[in-house]
Nanobody, 130 residues
Framework: QVQLVESGGALVQPGGSLRLSCTGS????????FHWVRQAPGKGLTWLSAIDWRNQTYYTDSVKGRFTISRDNAKNMIYLQMNNLSPADTAVYYCTKDYTGWAQRRTRVENISRDEYHVWGQGTQVTVSS
């Protein structure tokens, strides 16, 4: 069974940091690209970042310099290190598997469709509040 499972979501104060993890199973992990997508309360899905099979990384402007995506193929893991968090970062965060090993920086990042990516995790809640 192909699946992704996220973890690491929590309540954190503004200015704080958090690392999200995503483990994949049921497929050949190292040949695919992965993405992090979030959904804020009452809003659509927003693309944040991607990492391709070569470890090339891509970010949307709102998180560039604050978030870092990485992968560990030996452990079938994807990570999202998030620093300097603000209440605007409050959302459910999803790890997604691409259909291919390639990725690029998206020009359209808001209101993306679940059909655009192959597999989605269940999501992990990040709440930034004092």
């Amino acid at each position: 069974q192909v699946q992704l499972v996220e973890s690491g979501g929590a309540l954190v104060q503004p200015g704080g940091s958090l690392r999200l993890s995503c483990t994949g199973s049921g497929f050949t992990f190292n040949i695919y690209a992965f993405h992090w997508v979030r959904q804020a309360p009452g809003k659509g899905l927003t693309w944040l970042s991607a990492i391709d099979w070569r470890n090339q990384t891509y970010y949307t402007d709102s998180v560039k310099g604050r978030f870092t995506i990485s992968r560990d193929n030996a452990k079938n893991m994807i990570y999202l290190q998030m620093n300097n968090l603000s209440p605007a970062d409050t959302a459910v965060y999803y790890c997604t598997k691409d259909y291919t090993g390639w990725a690029q920086r998206r020009t359209r990042v808001e209101n993306i469709s679940r059909d655009e990516y192959h597999v989605w995790g269940q999501g992990t809640q990040v709440t930034v509040s004092s």
